[in-house]
């Protein structure tokens, strides 16, 4: 089945989005076993992403075929420390502190590491990320710290079937992220959508896409 998916996905999901700029699948692995995310990166997945660091390290030396490590889920500042120098970006920068503590890790260990600010556009309580009229000002105070170098956007929309909303808020997350560009030349990633809202963030300007059950299935919380 994950094979089928992966074939399935890469032949359906645009090689560029609407503004020209290459779209990148990330397997978003949460749950998931090693020899099932082999399965997929022998399919074709060539970005893969953990949202919980003890996964990340229990799976790590396990992992084949060499894909590019997202980490995208919420991560706290005591367990930077053990993904130092393994994550290609972090998807969820999602407050200064964290900014702080990825800054002092990768300059202590020589190292400069990527991420994505994390915007709370549907402002939900529920969810982490920086307020839509203060993400600018905390792009500009992140991107000034040492050995962090901001790559852009990334944004969670609101489960909810108001499509009309979901658009609004996917157009809005857009706009930022052309605001971010002309201020940080180097912004190049708006990371926005996942299984159930892909197709409309694509139409909207994503250029980065996080799929996790519509490669391996419903996951097994049990």
Do not use: W
């Not at 645009?14 to 998931?32: D, F, H, M, R, S």
């Not at 909303?165 to 926005?192: I, N, Q, T, W």
């Not at 896409?209 to 299935?217: C, D, K, S, V």
């Amino acid at each position: 089945m994950i094979e089928e998916n992966v074939k399935k996905l890469l032949s359906e999901i645009p090689e560029k989005n609407i503004y020209g700029e290459k779209v990148t699948l990330v397997a978003a692995v949460k749950l998931q076993n090693a020899t099932d995310i082999n399965r997929a990166v022998n399919a074709g997945i060539t970005d893969i992403g953990d949202n919980h660091v003890q996964e990340f390290k229990e799976k790590y030396g396990f992992i084949t075929g060499n894909p590019r490590r997202h980490f995208i889920g919420h991560l706290q500042t005591n367990k930077v420390k053990y993904l130092i120098g393994k994550v290609d970006l972090y998807h969820s920068l999602d407050r200064l502190a964290l900014a702080e503590e990825l800054s002092k890790r990768s300059l202590s260990a020589e190292v400069v590491s990527s991420a994505l600010l994390q915007v709370n556009i549907g402002d939900e309580q529920s969810k982490g990320g920086f307020a839509f009229d203060e993400a600018l000002d905390a792009y500009k105070k992140a991107t000034a710290m040492p050995s962090l170098k901001l790559k852009g956007l990334m944004a969670m929309l609101p489960f909810t079937d108001d499509l009309q909303l979901l658009k609004r808020l996917a157009a809005k997350m857009r706009e930022l992220f052309e605001r971010v560009r002309d201020l940080d030349g180097g912004a190049e990633y708006l990371s926005m959508g996942m299984s159930g809202d892909y197709k409309l963030c694509l139409d909207a300007g994503s250029n980065v896409i996080r799929l996790g059950t519509a490669i391996f299935g419903q996951r097994n919380y049990n």
